[in-house]
């Protein structure tokens, strides 16, 4: 079964709701990366999957924005270190630009999980907070403190001593003087009433059922949040998924806590990245976000690689030449979908990759590998480059181009390794063809005196398999020969072992610059 259909079924299967809610989590730390689209994407495919059950669903995203600043990422000024242990919604944005440093990275993501056709309602979790939506439940975690420490101590999440847990609180207190953590619960009266002190020497009694205080600690805020949203499904990275791991301990409370079984669980794979050296990767401080993967995939490739992997296998990314491959095969799939021809399991994740349900994807007659060349032929002039294409004798809408274009140049100029490169030489290299031996040297003459009657795509590709075929009868030999026949046409045109297909990129170059190219007296 389709892991989709199975994780769907299972739900369907365990809980009865009139509604189910598939939640995911990230926190706007800055460094909001391509691990966290796993888990979005997954929440976000179970949701729709669901919806096609007919059942009636939601799809929440909880932007962890009362979590304290940790650490600063690259990018960020190191004066900002001043604002660590207070609550992200508190830090000034880095960049001016928004009203925090949570919404700074908040909207640029959102931004970018909409074009990935992710969609979800977005809680902001210091509004909830702040809001004191969570009082009930807070006030159960502090009356139930010590039972939550002695879960803790039996999954050893904590060591605790008899004193310890008579002085645990799941509650992390922001300091009203200082906004920040450094605070230390010192009373508790049952009921309302929490005491606290701060490093800073600020001391407080708050009434917690008129104001917020503070959020509870990660394995107890998990579940908490599963009992206020009603969630029925949630996915979490393999780290949390564990025997006796995060996700265990945060069911286990759930249940003797809150009184309320814990959601239908999908643990994920990490995911990497392939092809990209260590002066790209820094540039990218080290993080890949998830606009510089949409930076060089279109959305619905992004989506088709996370519908057909499992999702405990480990998922890459390609930035190095892998990506042409991607592509092709992204187009042959495509292709299977839009004629009819594929599998059950294929159509289902064909629906899956759909940027919205109903907008079936479509092959694209542009390849990624052409575009990829011809682009920098060009040297990205979108208006040339159509030209040129129309003179290679490539069909495409402007659709097809759209989709593709800027992923292709970014790709030409950020990724692409040396052999990728394409640029036409501008003379004849004449010391190569020298060195040439008779053979070759014949063929490639034999090529430019037919290359008037053979002027068109069709043609040409005949024109090049023929000709080597003068050389030899034996079939090992002739590929041999055909490989070092296209090496040589290829080292003549552009300096390079290989490069884009000879038939269309003749028509491209045009008759002119291919014979000054070739055509070499000695
Ligand atoms: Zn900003
Ligand atoms: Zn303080």
């Known amino acids: 079964m389709y892991w989709i259909d199975e994780c769907v079924k299972k739900i369907i299967d365990t809980k009865k709701t009139d509604k189910y809610v598939c939640a995911a989590g990230i926190t706007p730390s800055g460094i909001v990366h391509i691990g966290n689209l796993r888990d979005a994407i997954t929440s976000e495919f179970v949701f729709r999957g669901l919806k096609e059950a007919g059942k009636d669903a939601e799809f929440i995203c909880s932007w962890d924005d009362y979590d304290r600043l940790r650490k600063i990422p690259k990018g960020v000024p190191e004066e900002f270190s001043k604002y660590i242990g207070m609550p992200l919604y508190k830090v000034p944005d880095p960049y001016g ?43 159960i975690a502090l009356q139930r403190r010590k039972e939550i420490a002695r879960i803790l101590f039996n999954f050893k999440v904590q060591d605790f001593s008899k004193e310890d847990i008579e002085k645990y609180y799941p509650l992390t207190v922001y300091c009203e003087a200082c906004n920040k953590d450094s605070t230390k619960i010192t009373d508790y009266d049952g009921e309302n009433l929490v005491s606290y002190e701060c490093k800073c020497s600020h001391k407080e009694t708050a009434d917690i059922s008129k104001k917020n205080i503070g959020k509870l600690v990660w394995k107890i805020d998990w579940p908490m949040r599963w009992s206020y949203e009603k969630v029925s499904f949630e996915p979490g990275g393999k780290e949390h998924s564990t025997r006796g791991g995060s996700f265990d301990v945060a069911s286990k409370i759930s249940q003797e806590i809150f009184n309320n079984p814990a959601p239908v669980y999908q643990a994920y794979e990490f995911i990497g990245i392939v092809g990209m050296n260590a002066k790209m990767s820094s540039s990218l401080g080290n993080v890949i976000k998830i606009s510089d993967l949409l930076a060089i995939y279109e959305p ?45 399991e294929e159509k289902q994740i064909g629906f ?14 542009l390849s990624f590998r052409q575009l990829a060349s011809f682009v920098q032929l060009t040297k990205g002039n979108r208006t040339e480059l159509e030209k ?10 402007q659709d097809n181009l759209d989709a593709r274009f800027n992923s292709a140049l970014n790709w030409t100029e950020n990724y692409a390794p040396p052999e990728y490169r394409v ?34 795509e069709e043609a040409l590709m ?14 090992q030999e002739l590929k041999k020969i055909q490989r070092k026949f296209f090496k040589n046409i290829y080292m003549l045109l552009i300096g390079q072992e290989t490069g884009p297909r000879l038939n269309t990129f003749f028509l491209a170059l045009g008759k002119e610059k291919v014979t000054n190219l070739l055509d070499i007296n000695e």
């Open 97 to 139: 630009c928004h009203d925090s440093y949570s919404v700074h990275f908040e909207k640029d993501v959102e931004k970018d999980l909409a074009k990935v056709g992710i969609r979800p309602r977005f809680i902001y979790q210091h509004k909830m907070y702040l809001d004191n939506k969570y009082y009930p439940l807070i006030k």
């Open 300 to 344: 619905e490739i992004i989506r088709w690689f996370y519908a057909k992997t499992k999702p405990l296998s480990m998922l890459n990314f390609a930035f190095d030449q892998q990506i042409l491959k991607n592509y092709a095969e992204f187009d042959r799939f495509a292709g299977k979908i839009s004629t009819n021809s594929a599998t059950d």
């Open 352 to 365: 899956y990759s759909q940027i919205k349900p109903g907008r079936k994807i479509k092959p694209n007659s």
């Open 388 to 397: 040129l294409l129309k003179k290679a004798g490539a069909k495409f809408s």
């Open 423 to 456: 640029s036409v030489e501008s003379n004849a290299n004449k010391d190569y063809f020298a060195k040439l031996p008779q053979g070759q040297k014949e063929m490639i003459k034999k090529l430019i005196k037919k290359l008037d009657q053979h002027w068109s």
């Open 462 to 475: 005949n024109l090049l398999y023929d000709i080597p075929k003068s050389q030899t009868q034996d079939t």
